[in-house]
């Protein structure tokens, strides 16, 4: 009798027996991805409560295509606190950092198909959420790692049991936010600073910070945020020649610089390259050849443990908070080749692009669409590379077999491979970003597909 893994594998031969890329029908992604924007667009906005905002829902029910009435149980490794709703409540937040990908795809389909509904209803999310939501003592948002907007309450809600503010990845819609609500998105880099940092001349600060009171403190002061903070200043400052921001990047960057150093001599890597080079080019010198230098010493600090032969026994898909895969890897590698164009990132992600060759979840892993979706843009960056056919089959077959296992006959993608409904912090965003950069690879489309790499 075949097991679990042989069935998966007949499944897979017969998708890309039914679905290849020489099918005429080569629309066959983007119709998959039109679909869920479609229904996200038509039943899942808010128009529920006395304020109708329009923002899009972070959780929905996939049967009647509507705000959940019930608490599902969540997918494998996704925590109480970080979901769209209050404790014990129905899920009714609607949360862009969660979202940060399907406003991208939103975007994009605009580009691609002529519609222009697509970006319509990515403005409005924006312009609503900054316009309406800032919080008046403190100028941050209801987003990221627990906040988010009720959507049926309308008001500003929190995951866990304090209302915390924190970052869950990079915010890249920065531009198109300083155009639709310059004065908000100012007013939230201001805040960022003033309300998250509690230390300005040590750059000190907490990854959690209140959203309705000032109360920023020390203890927490996680790198990865550190480059998140550095790049939202950074763009404010391009936006606005506000020299606060420059200040604020700079305790941020000293405190990281020092925090470098081991008490050995030794160095280890902190913040990571992506953040400081990317804002590097949006402030003048000799701030922008000190964030450069940081960022190349941190591919120096960085490097030997991502080509280090154990990275390989990383996992292929299972993931979770704090968790990622050798995918995510791979993205992370394919976001610093982009900036620097710097080889040894390019071999890595060719490499771990081999390790997903015939490979499937195991049978009784409940796997997130969000390593589906890297495992997708792994191998399509490996095609890039090599304009090898193999790597191009290989993306199509991962995504055949994602639509299968999350879309089934449904317009919206199911959480994880052991829940029904649908839920954006598990990356279905993420996933269907991919399937979009199949499209575009099989059709030569010469519009630019957002690169899948915020997921960190």
């Known amino acids: 009798m075949l097991n679990l893994r042989s069935t998966l594998f007949a499944l ?14 080569q629309s066959a992604y983007l119709d998959v991805v039109r679909r869920y924007a479609d229904t996200m667009i038509d039943r899942g906005r808010d128009n529920f409560g006395p304020v109708k905002s329009g923002l899009l829902l972070s959780a929905l029910d996939r049967t009647s295509l509507s705000p959940l009435k019930i608490r599902p149980a969540p997918p494998a490794g996704v925590r109480r606190g970080d979901r ?24 994009t389909l605009t580009q691609i198909t002529g519609d222009s509904k697509y970006a319509k209803v990515a403005d409005e999310e924006l312009t609503w959420f900054f316009k309406n939501t800032l919080s008046p003592k403190t100028d941050l948002l209801p987003w990221g790692e627990h906040l988010s907007w009720d959507c049926v309450a309308d008001k500003p809600i929190s995951g866990g049991e304090e209302a915390m503010h924190e970052f869950a990845r990079p915010w890249v819609l920065w531009d198109r936010c300083f155009e639709l609500a310059p004065e908000e998105s100012k007013r939230f880099a201001l805040g960022l600073w003033n309300h998250q940092i509690a230390n300005h001349k040590t750059g000190g600060f907490d990854r959690h910070a209140p959203y ?9 002061d996680f ?41 050995d001599g030794s160095q280890v890597g902190t913040i990571g390259p992506l953040d400081s080079y990317a804002a590097s080019v949006l402030v003048a010198e000799p701030l922008a050849s000190r964030l450069k230098a940081f960022a190349a010493k941190e591919d120096d600090l960085i490097l030997p443990d991502l080509q280090n032969p154990k990275s390989a026994q990383a996992p292929l898909w299972q993931t979770g908070y704090s968790a990622g895969t050798q995918a995510s890897t791979a993205m992370f590698c394919l976001a610093r080749f982009e900036q620097t164009q710097n080889p040894a990132y390019r071999e890595l992600i060719i490499s771990i692009a ?100 915020i997921d960190r």
């Open 223 to 263: 790198p990865r945020h550190a480059g998140f903070y550095i790049l939202t200043w950074a763009h404010a400052y391009k936006h606005t020649q506000d020299a606060t921001f420059l200040t604020a990047i700079e305790a941020l960057l000293a405190r990281f610089e020092r925090k470098r150093i081991q008490k």
């Open 212 to 220: 309705f009171e000032h109360g920023p403190v020390d203890g927490k």
């Open 354 to 453: 081999d390790r997903y060759k015939d490979s499937v979840p195991e049978e009784d892993l409940d796997a997130w669409p969000m390593p589906f979706g890297h495992a997708i843009s792994t191998q399509l960056a490996a095609y890039r590379f090599t304009n090898d056919r193999k790597y191009l089959d290989q993306s199509a077959r991962i995504a055949n077999l994602a639509i299968q296992l999350f879309w089934q006959d449904n317009p919206l993608p199911r959480a994880s491979l052991k829940t029904g409904h649908y839920e954006s912090i598990t990356g279905p965003d993420t996933l269907a970003l991919s399937l979009l950069e199949l499209h575009a690879t099989i059709n030569k489309l010469t519009i630019p597909i957002p690169s899948n790499t």
């Open 84 to 107: 769209s709703g209050q404790p014990w409540s129905a899920m009714t937040g609607a949360n862009p950092h969660l979202d940060e990908n399907l406003l991208r795809i939103l975007y």
């Open 12 to 25: 897979i031969s017969l998708l890309i027996t039914t679905v290849t890329l020489a099918d005429p029908a």
